[in-house]
């Protein structure tokens, strides 16, 4: 065990899932009604059985680095990140979200004031209201600019968990993958591609409340490919759920200029981080009525299938390149820190 | 209007106030249902009506610098902060909290532990269990060492506001003034009063559960007394709910040691942060009888009845001290920045 935080820790990869589980997680009281979802759980959000229905919250804060990138803010960013964990969940209807605030000593109040326009529009766009919030202020250099702590609260009649994929499922990307990390890499590294990569940061809450009114049933596990990219999504999915995942390489949706940019990088779209997509594990016979589905969706025009889990290597991704098949190594960090 | 931020747009006065009015609530929807609290009332949370019942949200970031202090930690502050907002708006059957954390590269993991270990015990006092939480680790420098933010819910089927002062209500304080920001002020100033000084940080929802179970419909308004202190929380009141108030300087709890501290640092614990306290506005015919409530429960101990809603002066706080009268000055900033 590291004695001091590392970079790696809040990297979304093995790394930081370790330090949750033994810091956040062991020995946390379990006390929670029957039937609902909590810590222990580690899923994107806690579930709350009440009567018929399950309330669930979550949870996160907003670094990203820079608050302002191609495609995006740190505004859009919490709105979307917590609406999207609640939809994940299963949980559509969304009752409020709370924003607390940080600031640090001089930060231009012109800026604030276009974070919060974000906040609003994407709000209004996830019909997701912000009820309350907080605002601090630290000293210069005792904070980084602005973060932004988002929560949530929805209800849902029926909650979807990361860890249900089945032998058999069909694994289903809402789009193309490593969008928003390569985004928020091209500008850091002045790639000089800021009109051709955006980022993909996007509230899922209505695709994901269209694709539940008509395909609920077959639908096994979902999740959001965010820090760690889709790999780390699918490690934990196939761990949790007790199978092995192949992925089609070919299937996979990536833009050519992301595609272009990673190369340029040396990186993997595979582990870079998404803010507008859902993997979802699927019933086999139902995924192509469920890519269909999520094509009449402005936000699930590139859907596509992009693999299969099956009883071989349980909690393994193997990736088949149409040539061969190679294992995907699970990430510890990620060399892409204050990514969302 | 400023065009930068500045330390005292989180300090809890009229800069914060106005900084919240302007920026975060002009202009925000207002899409909640009927009879619902929300963004623009600026109260101690959102009261979501649903039947029936509220759901009551709240949120906060905690940024206290040191992060352990005389009397408690930031682990206690968190959920005693969030566990008190959701109590002063009468919610105090706690469904869950959520606990984000922001973490700097190399801080120390026993020191995290720690937190987590108050965090927990706190959360166990106050039946308010945490169900979900989020990691974040910056680098070196971008962060000054630890900050937690919360969100609570809970639900009610009477809401409390800060508004409801009526002409005649008495004021009630539930134990003594400024221990938590004067606990603080100790260790930053180095006073070596360490032994002495210690904050009052504790979750309040038992006390208050228990306090409206017996007169819920004496109670007219009710707010924690955190940054700004007693005379912050008052200010906004009165000015919310049309009354003037006339403090009795005299029945006022303020600990000696606290007293001593304040005086040797020319400051006034009116306006000093408590962070275990609730300052009620009670029917006239109550008082007495809510006094004797508050104190048979360990953080009523010292309940008092200290001044007394009037028609004269709408929105000002008057200090009675037995001699004579002077008007209480509305805080812009604090000198005291990172206190919660």
Redesign the interface.
Known sequence: ???????????GGRA?RT??EE??VR???G??PEGSV??DAMDD??A?R?GDRW?V?????H?I?PAFFPGGDIGRLAVAGTVNDLAMMGATEV??L?????????????E??RI?ASI?AA??EARA???????????R????GI?I?T?G?AFTSRVVRDSGLRVGDRIVVTGTLGDHGMAVMSVRHNLGLEGELLSDVAPLGQLVAHLLSKHGDAVTAMKDPTRGGLASALHEMASKGGVGIVLDEPSLPVRDEVRSAADLLGIDPLYVANEGKAVLGMRPEAAEAVVATLREHPLGRRAAIVGTCVAERPGALVLDTGFGRRLVAELDGEPL??IC
Chains 1, 2 share one sequence.
Do not use: Q, W
Request: hydrophobic share 45%.
């Open positions: 065990m590291n004695d001091r935080i590392l970079m790696k820790h809040g990297a930081m330090l949750i810091t956040f020995g946390a009281p006390e929670l909590g810590l959000g806690a709350i009440m309330l919250m979550t949870a996160d804060s670094v680095s009752v409020g709370t924003c607390a605030v940080i600031l640090e000593e001089g930060y231009p109040r012109e604030l004031e919060v609003r709000s209004r209201p912000v009820v309350t919030g907080d605002t601090k202020v630290m000293g250099g005792e904070i980084d973060v702590s929560a609260v820190p204050r």
